[in-house]
């Protein structure tokens, strides 16, 4: 009976607190929990660009908001709403920057009608891997850059996640040379749209629900997703026959956490602290599960359901390059803030290359199979 006289006394606030609850032993005593206690419990929405649940995604916008539960002792509760709950998916930046929600998850290339310099924030053709990425953002000024591109907007952003390397798509057309991208119906949004049409293809922009069908009935020749944990899911394999790879157009998207600023500023520095924290774990934690889980979904693809899986010709892959650097160059045209990202993101891609050619390139092609 003793845990509840402590209870009775720390006041109800102290039932949410799993660290006071927890720190209830022999010797805790009232003092003790009086200066631990009250708490209030703040409740924050949570708006996604995921149907909810979805593998990978909308499940990893769901793991952070149980680590900000965890990690504040039940202090700080996130409910997360998948696409269309509360809002559309590409209205999410809109809610949390209004209030609506306290926070939001998506990825910034949704935002590039807020600033084009948002794009650099997910994921740019033939960029920076998931490595680099996190390199930049933490150690390289890229995060600094990234609250300045929201600032205006009222909103804090934060990276909670990566796909790493996606799969270049599914294709029901052999792709054998920069001839065969003429033409080609292909659904695949942002930049790399762009760059399939500067090489004479057509890109369409399809929701996540509609690319099956599109695919199976001819409406589209190809399309990308993600990688083979996701398009597994989607049963993807089912409407096309190849299955070509590297996702040049994404090569480690950043997923993003963001705050409304008001929100976030208002909260004890203790519980700020524990937000940045665990969108730092939830980034790690996305990467990691689709390393593993992208292994195991190939070789479900490969020896279950015999799918062709193929390198893009490299001839493609370097005219396709050449279209991604004049791309990207561009939207640096579009401001003097895009401008200032676009060299940071430059600069420090070409020295991230630079140690990366020597050191993982090199390790990767001499370690064997
Ligand atoms: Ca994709």
Redesign the pocket.
């Known amino acids: 009976m003793k845990r509840r006289d402590f209870l009775g006394t720390a006041g109800a606030g102290a039932l949410l607190t799993g660290g006071v609850l927890s720190g209830c032993g022999q010797e805790s005593t009232p003092e003790k929990a009086a200066s631990a206690a009250p708490e209030e419990t703040i409740e924050w929405k949570m708006v996604t660009t995921w149907p909810k649940n979805f593998p990978g995604l909308g499940t990893g916008a769901n793991n952070l908001a149980r680590l900000i539960g965890e990690m504040s002792g039940g202090r700080l509760k996130v409910k997360v709403y998948g696409a269309k709950e509360l809002v559309p998916p590409f209205e999410v930046f809109d809610a949390v920057s209004s209030g609506t929600a306290e926070m939001g998850h998506g990825a910034a290339y949704y935002w590039k009608g807020k600033s084009e310099a948002a794009q650099f924030f997910a994921?740019v053709p033939f960029g920076m891997t998931a490595q680099e990425m996190n390199a930049w953002l933490y150690y390289g000024g890229g995060m600094e850059l990234w609250e300045e591109v929201y600032a205006p907007f009222g909103v804090v952003p934060a990276a909670a996640g990566n796909?790493g390397l996606?799969?270049g798509?599914w294709f029901n057309k052999e792709i054998n040379g920069v001839a065969d991208l003429q033409g080609l119906k292909m659904r695949?949004?942002g930049l790399?749209g762009e760059v399939l049409k500067r090489a004479g293809g057509t890109p369409v922009n399809l929701p996540g629900g509609e690319i099956f069908t599109s695919l199976q009935s001819g409406t589209i020749d190809a399309t990308?997703?993600?990688?083979p944990y996701n398009d597994l899911a989607f049963g993807l394999y089912k409407a096309a026959q190849y299955y070509y790879y590297p996702?040049w157009?994404?090569p480690g998207?950043t997923i993003e956490c963001m705050y409304n600023r008001q929100a976030f500023e208002a909260l004890p520095a203790d519980l700020q602290s524990i937000v940045s924290s665990a969108c730092r774990v939830a980034n790690a934690d996305m990467l990691a599960e689709y390393t593993a889980r992208n292994n195991t979904a190939l070789q479900t693809l490969v020896n279950e359901h015999n799918v062709d899986v193929r390198e893009f010709p490299r001839p493609v892959l370097d005219k396709l390059r050449t279209i991604s650097e004049e791309v990207v160059a561009e939207i640096a045209a579009q401001d003097a803030l895009s401008a200032k990202v676009y060299e940071s993101y430059q600069t420090f891609r070409k020295q991230v290359v630079a140690w990366h050619d020597i050191s993982e390139r090199t390790y990767l092609n001499v370690r064997g199979g």
Request: glycine share 24%.
């Open positions: 994921a796909s996606q799969m798509g695949i949004p790399g990308e997703w993600v990688g996702g157009h994404e998207t």
